[in-house]
């Protein structure tokens, strides 16, 4: 089975400064997906990148990038200039590739807080 | 806007009550879930709907009853919980659940207290 596993249940940045969150994931399939969702204290989960593991090119939005290491089944997010408005909970996420998979299904892990200074 | 609107945002009830939480997706999405939110856990899949058929019922105590009308609307019926049935409740949504790599939308959640 597969598993994502955030080893920082919290971290802090100052506003503007970078800040990397961890993300490792156990699998044996060759093929699948990387999300990584933010949930700020509304509560309302939002994608915030997303990374197929076909793809050596790491993904890219706008200040949000990701260091997709395939070999080490390692998958970062790095948020460059970060505003007050990051500060939430992200949690990183897995889904098999493989189409008509009845276990087809999306696996969090438990997620990191971020903290942002002023 | 979020494409995926839950109500009510926030809910108290009863052990003895019974209660519907509601979830409905804009997105023309076929596959609807309902997920849980304990604090310090993963999210745990609770209900995957399919084209308004249920594909997966993750070993969900029965007093959690999900009802999903048509591919848009998705309720899930509570009724004699427990205080650590607490947490936040998410309904999601994706084009479909077998397509491969399909992102999941959520809503704003339900924050549920039980007492």
């Known amino acids: 089975a597969q598993t994502v596993t955030q080893s920082q249940p919290e971290m802090s940045v100052q506003e503007a400064e970078t800040v990397t969150l961890s993300c490792t994931y156990d699998t044996s399939e060759s093929d699948y997906y990387l999300f990584w969702y933010k949930q700020p204290p509304s509560r309302q989960m939002i994608l915030v990148i997303r990374?197929?593991?076909?793809?050596?090119q790491n993904a890219t939005e706008n200040r949000f990038s990701v260091n997709f290491q395939k070999a080490a089944k390692s998958f970062s997010l790095k948020i460059s200039d970060s505003q007050l408005g990051d500060a939430a909970m992200y949690f990183c996420?897995?889904?098999?590739?493989?189409?008509?998979?009845?276990?087809?299904?999306?696996?969090f892990g438990k997620g990191t807080r971020l903290h942002i200074l002023p | 806007e979020t494409g995926v609107t839950q109500t009510p945002r926030h809910l108290v009830m009863g052990m003895t009550n019974k209660k519907s939480l509601k979830c409905e997706q804009h997105l023309g999405h076929n596959a609807m879930y309902w997920y849980k939110q304990s604090a310090k856990k993963p999210l745990e899949l609770m209900f995957v709907y399919n084209f308004k058929e249920q594909t997966e019922n993750n070993s969900v105590p029965s007093r959690f009853s999900p009802e999903c009308p048509n591919s848009s609307h998705l309720f899930l019926h509570l009724h004699t919980l427990q205080p650590e049935d607490s947490a936040l409740y998410l309904c999601?949504?994706?084009?479909?659940?077998?397509?491969?790599?399909?992102?999941?939308?959520f809503g704003e959640g339900s924050w549920l207290t039980v007492v």
């Open positions: 990374q197929e593991a076909y793809k050596q």
């Open positions: 999601a949504s994706s084009q479909e659940v077998w397509t491969a790599g399909n992102t999941i939308y």
């Open positions: 996420a897995y889904r098999s590739a493989y189409v008509m998979n009845r276990d087809d299904k999306i696996i």
